[in-house]
């Protein structure tokens, strides 16, 4: 075993590199969980903005405009989700399971031609004077566009909730609909701009995959982190912060266990793969055991006006 | 001079099947409390939504100081000096004073100002609150106070009152009171629903009788007896309830020192509760809601175990009984929520019945239903206790209120319990059902049944009970006999009073 090949900063890069796409998916499904909707097709939504993504990505040259097509387009497909809970009053788990099959259906059918296929990759942006520092530079300041995204939409997402009266109007949503739509808002409306924003962010994740992580397109490769999002949503609380905290040491213990498999440590493989899911849990699980869940109270609950 | 600050003309609207308003006319003059009065189902509600812009009427028109007005949305009639402070309140748990306030209004300032308005307002109508405590965390006359202080904010013109004292200490209605003459006395108008009688008569200048969607009277509350009020809103003669005295039997139930913590985040955790049920009598149980009344229920009914004492039933130890074993043996229990706790919504009248009464009628052999006998048991509590609906085939959620709670407490009482343990018992239910669902419990009790009533109707405990004593806290006050009680001991029992206070040595 060679432990010294495993290099800190180059962990810690890749660690920010790998925890991205579940991030972005998560912030997201926290969004809309806090608006009172479960929306269990994370996976789906993720891995139709991967490859489209991908196609956009591979036709145009350009990751960017990939990036935006693959939120605008997971954002649209996950209206289809809200349509059916919000306005035809369908069960919200068995849509968003749904919409989990349907996108890893069409997503397979329209890669097909694209399998095997580089996409081009965001460059890693230089910022003068900060990725010059050693080490620190490397591991905190060479890294693409999305990932500093990423971190600004937590920021971004946190501020909302905590300080906008559109952030308290969506909270109130998910807390008691039935007195939001007795106070005169709209719950439907904020209900499904929390959809569309979480399914924009989801594809945003999936096509960070395709586009950063693992640049080409693989059947299923999003391979459950639609659903380690979900349960990071939970485990989190909720809250942005420890969000963003649980994503990271998923993204940390996959990259480790990678490095320990490639430094041939003599735990077998089985149990280094499932470990980033086993550690992400209990951590978050300790940590949210304690004081308010802060579980939204109309989370999952289907609305009707009765008026 | 009287001036006229809402005019309701000829107001109709029909809802498939039910007429909840027809053709409902009157005045609310400016600065003067007018009560509106009616059964369940008589419309109250529907006219408020209307005046509150959540309901379009079918026909009719509203005036405002003379001119129309037709609030499409909430937010357009509090923009018109129109507040409403709901009976079932609109406020969100988890969100702070400020935050909630700040939802019910249209141009909230930032919350510090905000916090500060809040403060001085409550303040200078006796109603102090905390903006910055989380709502969840405060009592129900807490949460009525932000409710009403939300409204107070906007300077109403007119604010509408929803059963605002359903849930009070009579302390906390004195206050309420008083809050509400002080905003008379500056011009504002305030709409009041309430079935309280007396009530309406201390409080109201005038009063609009519905009864089943029209308007069947008006009157001034002060000039008219409570019998007179009462007859007017059911249309005809109600029979009080008889109360015989007979001396108490031997103890049936034993409730020796228990404590249970509660499930529910914002529950109240019962301590060291101890109490003695004798066969014959009632005892009731009063308090302001959310003091552990739940709780109470749940360790008694079996749905909950207590973490020490004991509840002997008869000489046997059930504290650790589940609710079917201790409906074997005698216990019975009618919980508060009618719709998902007492009975399944979905679920016929008949399967409904099986569910409570398959031990002591005997409705299953040898792992099979017996439907003929089911059926037969579901209509006799459909026959004796008048449950109006067109057959015991229907569900269970297709019921009123009213007439699903006669339901489910005749279920009970029909299997002759020798201990009942009923929670809130005409909870939502209109005069005349209450007082056949309150005869009813009389009769269990004479012939020999130990009955405890939780409930948050002080009039109906006074009426029936034999002994009184309120939750706090989730303790439990001294039990007093309620013929030696008056209205201000009681008061100060749900208040928790110190010298009122026991803690069971």
Redesign the interface.
């Given at each position: 075993m060679d432990f010294s090949s495993i290099n800190p900063a180059l962990l810690i890069a890749s660690l920010m590199v790998s925890a991205t796409p579940i991030l972005l998916a998560a912030i997201g499904e926290a969004v809309v969980e806090k608006s009172g909707v479960l929306n269990l097709g994370v996976e789906g939504m993720m891995i139709v903005g991967a490859v489209v993504g991908f196609i956009v990505a591979v036709n145009t040259d350009t990751p960017l405009l990939g990036f935006v097509c693959a939120a605008i387009i997971s954002g649209i497909f996950s209206i289809i989700f809200g349509i059916l809970t919000q306005y035809l009053k369908s069960n919200q788990v068995a849509t968003g399971l749904g919409l989990t099959l349907v996108g890893l259906g069409l997503s397979a059918l329209l890669g097909r031609p694209y399998e095997g296929m580089k996409s081009p990759t965001l460059k890693a942006l230089e910022i003068p004077f900060f990725s010059d520092i050693p080490v620190l530079g490397k591991m905190l300041f060479s890294h693409d566009l999305m990932i500093y995204f990423s971190i600004f939409l937590v920021t971004l997402v946190w501020w909302f909730l905590k300080y906008t009266h559109a952030g308290m109007v969506l909270r109130a949503v998910g807390e008691n609909h039935d007195a939001a739509h007795a106070l005169g808002y709209k719950v439907v409306l904020v209900r499904m701009l929390a959809i569309m924003f979480g399914g924009a962010t989801s594809g945003l994740g999936g096509a960070y995959i395709s586009l950063a992580r693992v640049p080409q397109w693989t059947e299923g490769m999003t391979a459950g982190a639609g659903w380690i999002a979900l349960a990071i949503v939970v485990f989190a609380s909720w809250r942005p912060w420890r969000v963003l905290f649980g994503a990271y040491i998923f993204g940390g213990v996959t990259v480790l266990q990678l490095n320990l498999q490639a430094a041939g440590a003599s735990i077998p493989v089985e149990y280094l793969s499932m470990s980033p899911y086993l550690i992400t849990i209990v951590v978050l699980v300790i940590i949210s055991s304690r004081g308010n869940q802060g579980a939204p109270a109309s989370l999952g609950r289907p609305f009707h006006a009765s008026s | 001079m009287i001036k006229k600050l809402l005019e309701i003309n000829g107001i109709s609207k029909t809802y498939p099947g039910v007429i909840a308003n027809s053709d409902i006319s009157f005045n609310i003059n400016t600065g003067e409390v007018h009560a509106l009065l009616g059964e369940n189902g008589a419309g109250k509600s529907t006219l408020v939504?209307i005046i509150y812009?959540?309901?379009k009427p079918d026909s009719g028109n509203l005036l405002l100081n003379g001119v129309p007005f037709r609030p499409g949305?909430?937010?357009e009639a509090?923009k018109a000096g129109i507040a409403m402070v709901?009976q079932h309140?609109?406020?969100?748990?988890?969100?702070s004073v400020a935050?909630n306030i700040?939802?019910?209004m249209d141009n909230?300032p930032n919350q510090r100002d905000l916090g500060k308005k809040i403060k001085s307002v409550s303040e200078s109508y006796g109603l102090p609150l905390d903006p910055a405590k989380t709502v969840g965390e405060l009592s129900v006359g807490g949460r009525q106070r932000v409710e009403i202080i939300r409204c107070l904010l906007q300077n109403p013109k007119l604010l509408v009152m929803d059963e605002p004292t359903s849930v009070l200490t009579p302390q906390e209605v004195d206050i309420l009171f008083k809050t509400l003459l002080k905003l008379r006395s500056e011009g504002t108008s305030i709409l009041y629903i309430s079935h309280k009688l007396e009530e309406i008569r201390k409080l109201c200048d005038t009063a609009t009788i519905l009864r089943l969607g029209k308007k069947v009277d008006t009157c001034t509350p002060e000039k008219t007896s409570t019998k007179k009020l009462a007859e007017m809103m059911v249309g005809s003669t109600i029979k009080a309830p008889e109360k015989l005295n007979k001396p108490a039997g031997r103890v049936m139930l034993n409730v020796n020192n228990i404590c249970c913590v509660s499930k529910s985040?914002f529950g109240t955790s019962l301590t060291n509760v101890t109490f003695d049920l004798r066969q014959g009598k009632i005892l009731g149980i009063g308090g302001v809601a959310g003091n552990g009344q739940d709780e109470l229920f749940a360790v008694l009914s079996g749905e909950q175990f207590s973490q020490h004492g004991s509840i002997g039933l008869n000489g046997i130890n059930i504290t650790k009984f589940n609710p079917n074993q201790r409906r074997k043996i005698g216990l019975l229990s009618a919980p508060e929520e009618r719709l998902g706790h007492a009975a399944a919504p979905n679920m016929s009248l008949i399967e409904n019945t099986l569910i409570t009464a398959e031990n002591s009628q005997n409705l299953v052999s040898r792992g099979f239903i017996d439907w003929k006998k089911s059926k037969a048991f579901a209509e006799k509590v459909i026959k004796k206790f008048d449950v109006r609906t067109p057959g015991s085939q229907n569900t269970a959620g297709s019921l009123s209120g009213g007439n699903l709670q006669k339901f489910v407490i005749g279920r009970e009482i029909l299997q002759n319990p020798s201990v009942f343990i009923v929670n809130q018992p005409t909870w939502g239910v209109d005069a005349a059902a209450a007082s056949s669902i309150r005869q009813a419990l009389l009769t269990l009790s004479e012939n020999g049944a130990a009955i405890l009533v939780i409930s948050q109707d002080l009039d109906e405990l006074l009426e029936i009970s034999d002994q009184f004593a309120a939750l706090n806290g989730g303790a439990l006050s001294r039990i007093e006999k309620t013929a030696d009680l008056s209205m201000e001991q009681i008061g100060l029992m749900m208040g928790g009073a110190k010298d009122l206070e026991v803690h069971n040595v």
């Open positions: - | 939504k812009g959540l309901v949305t909430p937010s509090r709901f309140f609109s406020l969100f748990e988890a969100l935050e700040s939802l019910g909230p985040q």
